[in-house]
């Protein structure tokens, strides 16, 4: 028999809210740092030294935002109080993209799963062997190199036989395949579409894990990068479930 209560210690759910717990701790200690050194300064000190306890208090907090984000706390022109919202809003930003992280690799793992005769493993097996292919305008062979379009036709094509639209645009609105707009149902093999305002102007392949294998642009590689969060998070429009 199973035990379906996501709070057992050693099952995912318990995991991640033990994270979650240790995170918002830290929040909280660090937005606790401005109120105890003014704290310590009117009860503590002498009244003519209140600037040396409060820069005390300031490098102490300073050495734990250098500890959980350096990025920030080696910053001196932000202001403590500044420095520790900004880290607030990271450590949010974070427990987003852990969440969604989370969510995708169940739902590949479970299309994976279901994959009884291979053709997500053929077509997963297929675009990882052209990693390293050079980017080429207009390309659609590992020989020549490829473009998005071009390396996502080739793979489709050569490992199950399905020829899909040439250029992005087209793959994003074809009628007949499933159409995906939230990130978190996406599953492996899936073609996920990218641009702005709505428009596509790119496309790659969902491996898993929150990752897409694609041909970015001249004088880059055939290669993995995320779209939980960063460039490619930021344009991720859409995406379509191919009927294999």
């Known amino acids: 028999m199973t035990n379906d209560n996501p709070s057992l210690p050693g099952q995912p759910g318990h995991r991640i809210a033990l994270f979650r717990r240790l995170l918002c701790a830290a929040v909280l200690a660090i937005a606790a740092v401005p109120a105890f050194a003014q704290n310590t300064t009117e009860t503590d000190a002498p009244a003519a030294k209140p600037d040396a306890q409060r820069s005390k208090a300031d ?22 109080m500044d420095r520790s919202a900004m880290f607030a809003g990271d450590l949010g930003r974070l427990l987003s993209a852990y969440d969604a992280s989370k969510s995708v690799a169940n739902a590949t793992d479970a299309a994976l799963a279901n994959d ?16 390293g292919t050079p980017y080429r305008w207009g390309g659609t062979s590992p020989d020549a ?31 007949g ?8 149902a996406l599953v492996a093999g899936d073609l996920v579409f990218f641009g702005r305002k709505g428009r596509v102007d790119h496309v790659g392949i969902y491996v898993g894990d929150g990752r897409f294998l694609h041909a970015p642009s001249t004088g880059k590689d055939v290669r993995t990068d995320t779209l939980l969060s960063g460039y490619w998070g930021d344009k991720f429009v859409q995406a379509r479930r191919v009927d294999l």
């Open 177 to 184: 395949n499933e159409l995906i707009k939230d990130r978190s």
């Open 116 to 131: 009884s005769d291979g053709k997500v493993q053929s077509i997963l097996r297929r675009a990882m062997a052209m990693l």
């Open 145 to 175: 190199g490829f473009d998005c379009s071009g390396l996502v036709g080739y793979v489709f094509r050569t490992a199950l036989g399905i020829e899909l639209p040439r250029v992005s645009r087209e793959m994003a609105s074809q009628t």
């Open 59 to 80: 490098a102490a907090a300073t050495a734990t935002l250098a500890a959980l984000l350096p990025h920030l706390a080696g910053n001196d022109t932000i202001p403590l």
